[in-house]
């Protein structure tokens, strides 16, 4: 696999909405993205883009408390998870989530340090940024999946910045 690495900025919240839809498409609407960056960097609001371009139309909070919050939706499942308040990694075990890690899905990761040695290798590994205005998105591929998805993305990225 080559290493795949690519840096884009959003300039406001839309713009980082924007890029979660492309993400989302890249992607497939299917595979693992670890989701890391400090307290307000913008995670969620990366994944409000994802569930959006899948159909979503509510509301999308992390799910700090429940730890993950699963949409079924029309093109397809995404699980959200929120590891901050993880005490354990083998937490996830009694949460069921070897079944949701093995679905067809597109699963989200906030906060995957604190599931380190549990959770199955990401796809894409974004880590976000706070900058003056608005956040810089550092995107790097963990498989031949992440790879092709981030090579669309950046295909993508003049339309999306």
């Known amino acids: 696999m080559s290493k795949t690495t690519i840096i884009l900025e959003s300039g406001d919240e839309a713009a980082q909405v924007a890029i979660g839809r492309r993400l989302a498409e890249a992607l497939g609407y299917r595979g693992i993205v670890y989701l890391n960056g400090d307290l307000g960097a913008g995670k969620t609001t990366l994944s409000r883009g994802v569930l959006r371009a899948l159909g979503h139309e509510g509301a999308v909070k992390s799910p700090t408390y429940t730890l993950v919050e699963p949409y079924d939706l029309a093109a397809g499942r995404v699980y959200h998870f929120d590891l901050y308040r993880l005490g354990d990694p083998e937490?996830?075990?009694?949460?069921?989530?070897?079944?949701?890690?093995?679905?067809?899905?597109?699963?989200?990761?906030?906060?995957?340090?604190?599931?380190e040695g549990w959770l199955p290798a990401a796809d894409v590994v974004i880590t976000l940024s706070l900058m003056d205005q608005g956040r810089r998105l550092v995107f790097e591929a963990g498989s031949?999946?992440?790879?092709?998805?981030?090579?669309?993305?950046?295909?993508?990225?003049?339309?999306?910045?």
């Open 91 to 115: 937490e996830l075990e009694f949460l069921g989530g070897r079944e949701m890690f093995a679905d067809e899905a597109l699963t989200l990761v906030e906060w995957p340090v604190r599931g």
């Open 144 to 161: 031949e999946h992440g790879v092709q998805a981030l090579q669309q993305l950046a295909d993508a990225a003049r339309d999306i910045s």
